[in-house]
Structure formats: structure tokens, C-alpha cells
């Protein structure tokens, strides 16, 4: 009897601590989803993944923050947004939230403009400005972009023609890959020859950055 005993406990035990381990992985991976919300601007959804935690990557600083109110977007149409602002509102106070180019089907994370901290979890969307970028400059597989370290990169041109003026925009990923941060950063080279690769320095780049989108400008 006492071994049965013995055995229920140890498998009660076992079944505890994989059921604790489920948890610390869902915690440890994706930000937990509060509420979803349907915006005015059906091109757009909108996550609560409130309180943000981490580098704090929005305009004009850079630190790290706890306990920030955070959004996820998703561009769900098929232009890249070039700038949107989305202000929501948590019952006592707004809540900004900004960032900039987004191509159809990515998503990003971007803590409150203001740093306002996570006072309600119930969130209501109140307005936005959304401004969407002509696609026609647009072509993301035209080159090829290789971190070189110490912050440069390396970019190549992958088609058979000369590209005039390339801008490669990037921004910065969490551990799980999820892009985040409002702003973007980019560089610009001026001519690449068909298969040709220009090494050039890139503000604010480690090997956490991703390709957002790449311009082709024809001068």
C-alpha cells in the first residue's frame, strides 16, 4: 500500500513539474495576447501584448524599460505602411503609439510613445494617421543584405542590372525574432553594378537587426 502511495506521489509530482515547464516556455517565448482590436483602418490589426519589457526603442531614446504599455501591428493589406500613429485609451488616459515602414503581412512591437506605464489592461482604440508608401519603389529581392559585424553591413546586388540608389531599411528583433521598435533605420548606396557588394556602415546594427524593406530609387 505504502508503495502505491509512494508511486501516485511521484507521478504527481512528474505531471507538476511538466505542467510548470509548459508555462515558463509560453512566458519565455511570444508576448501573451490581451485583447485584439479591430481598427478603423481595416489594413491593420492591433494586439495588446501590454506590459512590455525590454529595450525601449521608440523616438528619441533608447534604454530599458519594464512595465510599458505595448502593441503588436500587423500590415494586413497590401501596401507598406509608411508612417502610421494610433492613439487608444485605457479610460483615464491616451495612449500614442507610432511607427513606420511596415510591408503588407509583417508585424512589429512598439511600446507607448510616452512611456506610459500599464495602469488597465482594457484598452479602446480612439483614432490614427496612417500614410502608405507608393510599392512601385519597393523591391526587397533585388539584393542581398550580409551582416559584416562591427556594425556594417554588406549589400549586394542579386539582379542583372545596375541599381542607381538603394536604401535598405532594418530594425531590430527581441530572442524570439519578433521585430520591434516604432522607428526604422536604413542605409543608402549609391550604384551597384549587376553581382557587384558595397560594404557600408549601418547605425544601430547587430546581428539581431532584420530587412524590413529595400527602395530602388531611379535618380
Do not use: H
Not at 512528474?14 to 519565455?28: P, S, Y
Amino acid at each position: 500500500m505504502k508503495k502505491a502511495i509512494c508511486l501516485c506521489l511521484v507521478i504527481l509530482m512528474i505531471v507538476c513539474a511538466c505542467a510548470g515547464c509548459g508555462k515558463d516556455d509560453q512566458k519565455e517565448t511570444d508576448p501573451q495576447v490581451l485583447k485584439t482590436f479591430e481598427l478603423k483602418d481595416e489594413k491593420i490589426t492591433a494586439e495588446n501584448v501590454s506590459p512590455y519589457e525590454g529595450k525601449y526603442l521608440e523616438y528619441g531614446d533608447v534604454e530599458t524599460v519594464s512595465g510599458l504599455y505595448a502593441m503588436k501591428f500587423t500590415n494586413t493589406g497590401d501596401q507598406t505602411i509608411q508612417d502610421a500613429q494610433l492613439v487608444f485609451s485605457d479610460g483615464t488616459q491616451e495612449l500614442t503609439f507610432r511607427f513606420e515602414m511596415l510591408p503588407a503581412g509583417q508585424s512589429v512591437i512598439v511600446a507607448e510613445l510616452n512611456q506610459l506605464t500599464v495602469a488597465s489592461e482594457e484598452l479602446n482604440y480612439v483614432d490614427g494617421t496612417i500614410t502608405y508608401l507608393e510599392g512601385i519603389l519597393e523591391n526587397k529581392d533585388s539584393v542581398q543584405v550580409v551582416d559584416n559585424k562591427d556594425g556594417a553591413v554588406q549589400v549586394k546586388n542579386v539582379t542583372e542590372d545596375m541599381l542607381p540608389l538603394v536604401r535598405v531599411f532594418y530594425r531590430p528583433a527581441d530572442e524570439n525574432g519578433n521585430p520591434i521598435g516604432g522607428p526604422c533605420k536604413s542605409v543608402m548606396v549609391d550604384g551597384i553594378e549587376a553581382g557587384a557588394s558595397i560594404t557600408v556602415e549601418a547605425e544601430g546594427w547587430d546581428k539581431t537587426c532584420v530587412v524590413v524593406t529595400v527602395l530602388i530609387i531611379n535618380e
